[in-house]
Structures are given as C-alpha cells and as structure tokens.
C-alpha cells in the first residue's frame, strides 16, 4: 500500500524560501497571490496491506523522522 | 582528559577539532558513526560538516545514527557532550538542546567572522573565562535558531542561553544577528547545562598566524574546567 504525506512548516514559523517563491511568482505576472508556502510531499510503499495500520504506522515514521515537530506539520493526504 | 569527536558521513570539521583538542591537552579519539559504544571520555564533540548531505533536515539523519544512543546515555548521565555547527544541528534533532535550526532569514550560506557574547558562565564551557566576547568564524546555511513562545520562556528561565551573536562591544542586537535567529541565539544549554551547542567554529580560531586566537583561549578554559 502507497501512503502519501505531506509535510509544511507550521504558520507562525517563517518560509524564507516561500517568500521568494512568492515574489518571482509575482515578478513573473501571478499577482493575485496572498502567500506561498513550501513543504516537502513523501509517497511510502508499505507492504502491510491494512489501510488503517499503514497509516498507523507511517505516522510515527512522521513524528519519529519524517517531521520535526517543533516547526512542522504532517498531513496523510492519501493511501492505495 | 579524554574526549572523543563523532565522524558522521559528511561531517568535515571533524579533523580541525582534533587538531584543536590535542593542541590543547585532550587525549583524543576519532567515533565512526557507525559504531556502537563511546570510548571512556570527559567530553564528546559532535563535529561540523554536512552529515548526510543535510538530507531530510540538517542533522536528522545523523541524530538516529547508531552511535547517538550511547551519546544520548552519556549526555543523560551528566557527561559533557559539545555539538559545533552542523554538530548543534544534531543535537536539536536529537532532542537533547531544545529548538530547531533553520535556513538562514536571508537564504544565503553566511562564511565570516562574527563576535559572539558569553551568556552564562555558570558552566563548565565558560566557568572562569576571563573573556566575554569572542570573534569565532561561522559558516552555515541553517543556523536561524528557532523554537515555540513556550520553550523560549523554559530557556530564558533556565539561564540555558550560552552565546548571542553581538557587536564587538557586546552590544546585542539586530544590525550582528547574521541569520535571523531568535533572540541572536547563538548557541544554547540543556537545562542542565552539561550539554552545549553552537553555530560558532571555536576550532577555527586556534592559531594567531592563521586566524585568530579566540579558540585556543575557549579550549584552554575548557580542558583546566574539565580537569
């Protein structure tokens, strides 16, 4: 079973590199944009099966390695 | 004394601290990473570099490598255990320093010299140091310390602050904080203070000829603490 998640910086930590995102998006002629934030997407191929248990388990792969959470957040977006 | 410096793949200071730690009177001793007890030391230096070429987040990789479990029991039991730059970045992924590392405010890789202030010296890092302002060199890309409202307020409260980037005088502000960390953080304690970590490269600064002399006078004070 593949489980995609997730990981952004939480909103009171700074994104420096969102930031300039914004503004070269914003050099390029996107104006209509309020903010951007930058965060990392991981797809795991688990062998177990069970839905439930393979996101059980990759969220304490997420809180265990995958993320930091004093300044990040994880969100399990998916899994097939 | 005896003190051991952690090799991690990638780590590249981890020579320069050996040179500093002999030039200074410490028996010491290179760790790969990869084994699994610490030999008899006083003091255990996690060194800089890019372990794991800063995959994932700086220093996260290193801080479940195999080697941390026993750095983890010595720093538990009161031993004293010194993470320079990327070293500093694996003790916050750790979770033996509190707070986090990130990219510097301005998104550029800083290499100069900088002043940095002494904060407490109720330690065995500064206890008796006679300087209170030292010109260290860094060189880092994620050095903006970071961490919540509330551990701020344990920080502050526990004195756990070590080093603030400031002025040649002292002066502690804005205009010398090089990569936006909080408070111009430049190194902190665990509460206990036994443990340190620093952006600074105080092995850096060891020869006159060289650089400067900052360093030797750090490591000078650290092994008579030590003894």
């Not at chain 2, 060891?206 to 030797?216: K, N, T, Y």
């Amino acid at each position: 079973m593949k489980v995609s998640v997730v990981i952004t910086l939480k909103k009171d930590v700074l994104d420096p590199q969102g930031k300039v995102i914004h503004q070269t998006l914003h050099g390029m002629g996107f104006e209509n944009i309020n903010e951007v934030r930058q965060g990392k997407y991981f797809e795991i191929d688990t062998k177990e099966s069970d839905q439930k248990k393979a996101e059980k388990n990759v969220e304490d792969m997420c809180k265990k390695l995958l993320a930091n959470l004093v300044i990040e957040d994880y969100k399990i977006i998916g899994s097939q | 004394m005896n003190s051991s410096v952690i090799t991690f793949p990638g780590s590249n200071c981890d020579r320069d601290m050996d040179v500093a730690l002999k030039k200074f009177g410490f028996k010491n001793k290179m760790v790969w990473h990869d084994d699994v007890e610490l030999p008899k030391s006083d003091l255990v230096v996690l060194p800089g570099g890019f372990s794991y070429g800063d995959y994932l987040r700086c220093g996260s990789m290193a801080s479940k490598s195999k080697i941390m479990k026993s750095v983890l029991n010595f720093a538990q039991g009161g031993g004293k255990v010194m993470g320079i730059c990327n070293g500093f970045q694996i003790l916050v992924e750790s979770g033996l320093l509190p707070g986090v590392l990130l990219r510097n405010k301005y998104l550029q890789f800083i290499c100069k010299n900088v002043f940095v202030k002494v904060n407490n010296k109720d330690n065995s890092y500064f206890k008796d140091e006679k300087k209170e302002i030292y010109e260290f060199h860094i060189a880092h890309n994620e050095g903006n310390y970071f961490c919540s409202n509330d551990q701020i307020k344990e920080i502050n409260d526990n004195n756990q602050i070590a080093l603030f980037y400031s002025d040649e005088s002292g002066n502690v502000n804005e205009d010398c904080n090089p990569n936006g960390s909080l408070q111009n953080i430049a190194g902190v304690f665990n509460k206990q203070k036994n443990i340190i970590g620093m952006m600074p490269h105080p092995e850096r600064m060891i020869d006159s000829a060289l650089s400067g002399e900052d360093g030797s006078i750090f490591f000078e004070n650290l092994i008579n603490n030590l003894r």
